[in-house]
């Protein structure tokens, strides 16, 4: 598939020079606001056109599909005009800032019957899918808690994940991951979400609670605050699984996924999954099912509706962060014959 980049920046530099390996795929067109910037991003991966406006890439008759890599409130916009444009979209995550965006999305990519996914690239990972196919054989039981967590450390005052109009802060940016990893392990959506947010004028870190049915819970954290980490477990009635590096994996080292099963005494088996680049697999994978016109399979690529359930529940995460009224924890006084370090009855 022949493929247009909206952006000239990092992370559609990754995406470049993963489809420049592909056998299948091809960037032919790259568009960004700076042209001399788009330019040398052309010159750099061997692009045939480089264009200062967004519009005259949509309206380049070679690209079938546009990989939308621009800031996170520029989403919704850019690629409802290029599925009106006719081309296929693979939008960078978030799919867009508010659940009303969401939808217009998927009504215009309905409308115009073309494919529209949120590149969570982690989920054409050969990692991923053994995790689906071990949760879809019942290895660990019934899935009954997820636990995931992203944060780096992030001291660029000037970087756009910290500017408000540019669709910044910590759960757009990486708290997404853990959140579609717990809407994917439970197969439906959260129906309640509590949260607590550190910063302004975006959520520098966050700390969220979401509730499924059937008593099933997830939490998440995700801080620009913290040393760089991320990792899910995935906790069942027979056992858990456990990733170190469930989101970013990288491309040319092998990853491990643990599986414990068992009671209290539990047996623990590593898994070793060989090196893959998600973002390759990710363009090849999209490119197939648009050429099939084949529905979006739970295994492998990212359903749409489980976007919109996502975005439904960051709205409903933000709003529990903006209206919760905080318990004040009462610290215990000790009295003075107790000794320091002693406690009553011991």
């Known amino acids: 598939m022949k493929w247009g980049i909206l952006s000239a920046g990092r992370i559609a530099r990754r995406f470049a020079s993963a489809v420049a390996v592909s056998v299948t795929e091809q960037v032919v067109a790259v568009a960004a606001r700076d042209a001399e910037r788009a330019t040398a991003f052309a010159g750099e991966f061997g692009i ?3 264009y200062s406006d967004y519009e005259d890439l949509l309206n380049d008759p070679d690209v079938e599909a546009v990989y939308n890599a621009l800031p996170n409130s520029l989403h919704a ?3 409802i005009a290029a599925l009106q444009a006719g081309k296929h979209v ?12 969401g939808l217009a999305m998927a009504a215009t990519a309905q409308a115009h019957r073309r494919l529209l996914m949120e590149a969570f690239m982690y989920r ?3 990692q991923t899918i053994t995790v689906q196919r071990l949760l879809a054989d019942g290895v660990i039981g019934d899935v009954k808690q997820v636990r995931g967590n992203f944060a780096f450390l992030l001291d660029d005052t000037t970087n756009i994940r910290l500017n408000p109009e540019l669709g910044g802060g910590a759960l757009y940016d990486i708290g997404c991951y853990p959140l579609s990893y717990a809407r994917m392990a439970f197969g439906s959506a959260p129906q309640k ?3 607590f947010v550190t910063g302004e004028p975006v959520d520098l870190s966050l700390s969220g609670l979401l509730w499924f049915a059937e008593d099933r819970v997830a939490t998440i954290t995700c801080s620009f605050q913290s040393a760089w980490n991320q990792r899910i477990e995935i906790i069942g009635s027979a056992g858990w699984i456990h990733l170190e590096r469930p989101f970013n994996p990288t491309p040319d080292l092998a990853t491990t996924i643990a599986i414990a099963r068992g009671g209290r005494h539990v047996t623990v088996e590593t898994v070793t999954i060989p090196a893959a680049d998600h973002f390759r697999l990710e363009a090849e994978g999209f490119a197939a099912l648009a050429s099939g016109g084949a529905p979006v399979p739970t295994t492998g690529a990212m359903p ?3 976007s919109l359930d996502n975005l439904a529940a ?3 995460l ?3 962060a903006a209206t919760a009224t905080h318990t004040v924890v009462h610290q215990p006084t000790l009295t003075p014959e107790w000794p320091v370090g002693t406690s009553p009855g011991y």
Do not use: N
């Open 318 to 320: 933000f709003r529990s």
């Open 77 to 79: 916009h850019w690629s």
């Open 193 to 195: 979400a509590s949260a």
């Open 90 to 101: 693979l939008c960078e995550k978030p799919l867009a800032t508010t659940l009303a965006d």
């Open 304 to 306: 749409l509706t489980e």
């Open 48 to 50: 045939a056109r480089a």
């Open 314 to 316: 960051m709205e409903a």
């Open 124 to 126: 054409f990972h050969p």
